[in-house]
């Protein structure tokens, strides 16, 4: 396998209406597959949510991450995705998330630690485009002088690699951690947290709408990468919903680490 | 028992376990690291369980890594963190 780069691709965008924490689960896990069997072209896709959620890596314990009373006082669905890495806390609005389903041909020869910034580069143009001058952070975050603006996480399948990414836009911190238990080892590097009221980097350091700042990465990723407006096929997304309302859903994957 | 290790550059590591017959017993690792393939997440339990209580973070470690596969992709995580939270939880050593 020869390393490609992101123009040996024919890049496309997905960026549709808002769905369910359940099913943008599913769709990371289905269309990861699609990228690595050869039947979808390489894909950048912007998520919208359509209810507020508690994503958890793979590797966490439900029990441990999440106060499940908290969560269901606030009406917060509990997922968690097929990548490893820390608990993300969703209300619609309140981040920027996007997955990139690459062919791993774009990564080879890479360290890990490479990788994750390699496909964040666009990002970081994008940023400064904005105004803010953001670095990667080893492992899998990028940060800024403002503090800590996104956390990344990557699964290899096949063939193929899925990088996503959450960015926080405008937080309510005091929510985080009712729902969220920040262990105290955990804390040592998120200290200003604790003391903030809200948690909200690009808000607050681009003043621009989410929406501003997202079409913004776009325009960026189009025109480093090249970038060509696509959907959801519906046999994917057939699979998808089928995945949503089973394992997705499922209790014993919820609770697979407990 | 519970011990958290968050080794300089990598991720927060979790283990929860029992006691039993001085053997370690209900190992359950957790975290924020990465791993793949995701079942190796079983084989590195399995492996601690059973050890000697009295077993040194060396020789936990050794056990984690002889267990794994060679293809295993650890990242934020190694066999000297899990066997450092280990150590933790069998002690109840504050963070160092």
Redesign the interface.
């Known amino acids: 396998m020869m390393r490609t780069d992101w123009r040996d691709h024919d890049w496309r965008l997905i960026h549709t209406i808002p769905q369910s924490p359940s099913l943008h689960m599913a769709l990371d896990d289905v269309l990861t597959h699609e990228v690595g069997a050869g039947r979808r072209k390489p894909t950048l896709r912007i998520w919208e949510w359509a209810a507020p959620a508690v994503v958890i890596g793979r590797f966490q314990s439900l029990r441990n991450e999440v106060d499940a009373d908290a969560a269901e006082r606030y009406g917060i669905e509990v997922v968690r995705r097929v990548s490893g890495g820390g608990a993300m806390f969703i209300e619609p609005g309140n981040t920027i998330t996007y997955s990139i389903y690459a062919p791993q041909s774009l990564i080879k020869g890479l360290s890990f630690q490479e990788a994750y910034a390699f496909f964040d580069e666009w990002v970081l143009q994008a940023l400064g485009e904005l105004g803010i001058k953001a670095w990667y952070q080893p492992l899998n975050d990028i940060t800024s002088e403002g503090g800590k603006i996104a956390g990344a996480a990557q699964v290899h399948r096949g063939g193929a690699v899925l990088h996503h990414v959450t960015m926080a836009y405008d937080i309510d911190a005091a929510k985080m951690l009712d729902v969220l238990r920040i262990g105290r080892e955990k804390l040592s590097d998120k200290g200003t947290v604790s003391a903030a009221k809200r948690v909200d980097p690009l808000r607050s350091q681009t003043g621009l709408p989410r929406e501003a700042v997202i079409e913004r990465m776009v325009a960026t990723f189009r025109r480093l990468h090249g970038l060509s407006d696509d959907a959801v096929r519906p046999d994917e997304q057939a699979r998808a919903e089928e995945l949503a309302l089973g394992k997705f859903s499922s209790a014993t994957w919820l609770a697979d680490v407990a | 028992m519970h011990g ?3 080794m300089l ?4 590591v ?1 283990v ?1 376990l029992e006691v039993r017959d001085g053997r370690l017993a209900d190992v ?9 393939p ?1 079942s190796a ?1 079983r084989t590195i339990n399995a492996a601690l369980e059973d050890q000697p209580a009295q077993a040194t973070e060396t020789e936990l470690a050794n056990a984690v890594r002889d267990a794994l596969p060679l293809d295993v ?1 650890m ?2 995580l190694s066999p000297e963190a899990i066997a450092v939270a280990v150590h933790r939880a069998l002690h109840g050593e504050a ?1 160092a």
């Open positions: 958290e290790y968050k550059g990598g991720k927060l979790v929860d359950r690792l957790s975290g924020d690291f990465f791993l793949e995701d997440l992709m990242y934020g963070e």
